[in-house]
């Protein structure tokens, strides 16, 4: 559907679910079905749903072409009185993603690891954006991950 991209499915390693909830999620995700996953902190939650929503998105012939993550950056959703701009407010809360997609990839060296979460977003592969700027918004072809 899309062009191919700099880092595309290919640079992908492959992950393995490790437990029965999430060798069901892996099941559920190839069974077309929509994902609504919650559980204790640290199984693998968010990194599976980003994996799997990634794996998809960077395919040649996907029907999606891009993930977008959704987090409230902070609990009273009023980031305004933070310096900066949206970018700046955003990027501590962008960290476990940056984080994670370290995990997935093949990469030549060190240097390439630290620029890929940006990378990703430079292509077009992913996006990250707060509660605070939904409004009004409507998103083609991606695939979305509601995060805590």
């Known amino acids: 559907m899309s ?38 902190a640290g199984t693998g939650k968010t990194f599976i749903s980003l994996y799997l929503a990634l794996d998809e998105a960077l395919k040649n012939q996907s029907q999606y072409d891009k993930v977008i993550v959704v987090r409230s950056l902070i609990p009273t959703r009023e980031i305004g009185f933070l310096p900066g701009d949206e970018e700046d407010k955003a990027a501590l809360y962008q960290v476990p993603y940056a984080n994670m997609v370290q995990f997935m990839f093949k990469q030549p060296n ?37 995060d805590e």
């Open 3 to 40: 062009k191919k991209k700099e880092i595309n499915h290919s640079d992908l390693v492959q992950v393995k679910p490790i437990t029965d909830n999430q060798k069901d999620v892996f099941k559920s995700w190839k069974d077309g079905k929509n994902q609504f996953l919650c559980g204790c």
């Open 110 to 146: 060190e240097q390439a690891f630290n620029i890929l979460y940006d990378r990703l977003k430079s292509q077009g592969s992913f996006y990250f954006l707060s509660t605070s700027f939904l409004r009004g918004l409507t998103f083609d072809n991606a695939i979305i991950i509601v």
